[in-house]
């Protein structure tokens, strides 16, 4: 049978179980950790919810670290829960996002543009420079450079492709790689 | 004698779980049973047909990562965090598997019918390796015999039970 989506336009983000999204550490109660998801809650992370964590070997995780992780439990009845492991108890490059690099918000479908196999953009970007991306289905995105510069570059990039056409973009990029 | 005892206790008590314990699994699910029917009596229902829940071609999904096949997340490009770009490696692989498993099969090099026929002189040769020597010798002992009539079989040693 023939699948057709039909999808809601929304403007704030909201949890849903399976989403890899990009969360702030805002405070630790006790064995959890509270983040800042974008979400009308904050949601819990357990400290055991880490690859090779247990009571003795705690991940290291302050205030204020950006975390990647996904939902575990997200309905509308419950607070969000989020995990930094898979369903094997393996990383999958979930965790703390390293230091340095620069967080900023875009809007959710921008976010699935992005994510979607093939997107341009992320082909074109991969040819300018090294640098490492984490995009977050709550529209968060995290971006690292070898410097501050070519960190930023990214970042307009990214941002003004909201409302940059193709052609735009691509006339941009090529400005860039001429540098 | 144990039997007697029982049939003097009452119901209730027999219910209780420590007198449980020691009950098997059937007589467990005739006191659930019991139980269940006691209940289902007190209980009020509509004495309406029942009506047919019709078959709902909707499926509800929350997630935009199956609908639109989203990558994974984390990407790192040009060598910058060489764990993600493995990681990344792994995920493509992993997603490529599941899409080749999903078109028609590959052509076998092998067609079914020679497989059919190489397994089934395999798994005669494998067995002979197997068979203890004295079996070994048997066997031997047939296929001597298919060409020359004259030999006498030889009469396998087999247990004897020990007449009392």
């Known amino acids: 049978s023939p699948l057709t989506a039909c999808t809601r336009c929304r403007l704030q983000y909201v949890p849903v179980k399976g989403d890899h999204v990009i969360g702030i550490v805002t405070g630790k109660v006790g064995d959890v950790f509270r983040l800042d998801v974008g979400g009308s809650e904050q949601a819990s992370l357990s400290y055991l919810a880490f690859e090779g964590a247990t009571k003795r070997n705690r991940p290291n995780v302050q205030v204020g670290d950006l975390i990647y992780g996904q939902f575990l439990v997200a309905n509308k009845d419950m607070e969000p829960e989020m995990v930094c492991i898979d369903s094997s108890g393996r990383a999958s490059g979930m965790g703390v996002i390293g230091q340095d690099g620069f967080l900023f918000k875009v809007s959710l479908g921008l976010i699935r543009k992005l994510l979607a196999p093939k997107c341009e953009i992320i082909q074109e970007l991969s040819q300018l420079y090294p640098f490492e991306l984490v995009l977050g289905m709550n529209g968060r995105i995290w971006v690292k450079a070898k410097t501050v510069q070519q960190t930023l570059i990214i970042v307009n990039i990214l941002e003004a492709c909201e409302y940059m056409t193709a052609e735009q973009r691509k006339q941009a990029l090529a400005k860039l790689s001429g540098n | ?164």
């Open chain 2, 1 to 164: 004698m144990a039997g007697e005892v029982k049939t003097k206790l009452s119901k209730n008590l027999l219910r209780m779980k420590f007198m449980q314990r020691g009950l098997d699994s059937q007589t467990k699910k005739q006191l659930d049973e019991e139980e269940k029917k006691i209940i289902s009596d007190e209980h009020w229902y509509l004495d309406l047909p029942d009506l047919k829940e019709k078959e709902s071609y909707i499926i509800e999904e929350r997630s935009f990562m199956p609908c639109e096949d989203l990558l994974y997340g984390r990407m790192s490009f040009k060598g910058f965090n060489p764990e993600i770009e493995k990681l990344m490696v792994q995920i493509n692989s992993k997603s490529k598997k599941e899409e080749i498993e999903e078109d028609d099969k590959m052509e076998a090099d092998v067609s079914d019918e020679e497989m059919a026929r190489r397994y089934e002189t395999l798994v005669g040769t494998i067995g002979k390796k197997f068979l203890k020597k004295r079996d070994q010798r048997v066997l031997h002992d047939e296929d001597e015999e298919e060409n020359s009539n004259t030999r006498p079989k030889k009469a396998r040693k087999m247990f004897l039970k020990p007449q009392d």
